[in-house]
């Protein structure tokens, strides 16, 4: 897609004569904490699957009503003869993936080894137990529920606090740490920006720690790209019929590009959920992320 964007600047400027290539500004940066809806409302991955033995299984109205929000009353697959208690809450996911097609070369692959995506739906609050089965009360919705979706008990997440990003580099330097890519995002977002959450596979098992900061950058070549044409390659050094540079250079051989930053939500053993803070341009799955 960038190198599909990049070819149809070109026609403009052979069309028109100008082509004003504007990145987006940078956004206004947050301060104090991550506020709630972005800590439970962030997704994660999990590696081995959540236990899915705890389910919602319907719901009051369930002869017409499909999905459930906050305020309704759903029905849960447990009660007092397994140990479910009088105002109990529930964490509730879903096991999410992407549908689309592969953004670069791998991504499928490379997601499918950090483990399995989690949407997160809200949560629940019990308010009534019976003993197989027990009434539960939505008391917090980060999206619809619906039949089978997964119960997990509530474990609070910490709330890092935003850093002040008034030192942003926009040359920095590679810094030794471990580097992963961005493999996905939430909602299947492809281009992302500040207040877009996505997924990194670098994890606990690198020293990823949640409140850390991550660093979003790209190297200047488009190969990973599955959109890229051989004739669209390459583009770092030489663009057909718009000059090139005496020698071929390849992406690394060049500075890299410095996109933004974000905050770690949630980490898993090979896997972090990251809340993009600031963003100079927009990010694509296929990014690279570094440590901060």
């Known amino acids: 897609m960038r190198a599909k964007l990049a070819a149809f600047c070109v026609s403009i400027l052979a069309s028109a004569g100008v082509c004003a290539a504007q990145a987006p500004a940078g956004t206004p940066v947050p301060t104090g904490q991550v506020d709630y809806s972005k800590v439970y409302c962030s997704g994660f991955v999990s590696d081995p699957k959540v236990p899915d033995d705890i389910r919602v299984i319907s719901g009051e109205q369930s002869n017409y009503k499909i999905i459930f929000s906050r305020g309704d009353l759903v029905y ?32 499928t692959k490379e997601t499918r080894k950090m483990g399995t995506l989690y949407r997160d739906l809200g949560q629940i609050r019990i308010v009534n137990v019976q003993p197989d089965t027990s009434v539960a009360e939505i008391l917090f919705s980060c999206g619809y529920m619906q039949r089978g979706d997964v119960a997990r008990r509530f474990v ?12 942003f580099d926009i040359f920095a330097p590679a810094n030794g740490k471990p580097v992963g890519r961005v493999l996905s995002a939430y909602d ?61 250079y390849a992406g690394k051989d060049l500075p890299r590009e410095v996109l933004g930053e974000g905050i770690v939500l949630n980490v898993s053993k090979d896997a972090a959920t990251v809340l993009v803070t600031y963003g100079r341009e927009e990010a694509y799955s296929g990014d690279l992320a570094e440590l901060e």
Do not use: C
Not at 82 to 90: A, I, T
Not at 156 to 167: F, I, L, V
């Open 188 to 248: 299947w977002h492809q281009a992302l920006g500040a207040g877009n959450t996505v997924y990194v596979n670098i994890g606990a098992s690198k020293g990823v720690k949640v409140g850390d900061y991550v660093r979003f950058f790209r190297y200047q070549t488009s190969k990973d790209d599955i959109s890229a044409k051989a004739s669209e390659q390459d583009m770092q050094y030489k663009v057909y019929g718009f000059g090139s540079a005496p020698k071929k």
């Open 76 to 107: 849960v697959n447990r009660g007092a003869q397994q140990g479910v208690k009088l105002g109990d809450v529930y964490s509730i996911v879903r096991p999410d993936h992407d549908t689309a097609n592969e953004w670069f070369y791998g991504q």
């Open 156 to 167: 609070e997440r910490p709330a890092p606090a935003y850093k002040d990003a008034s030192k």
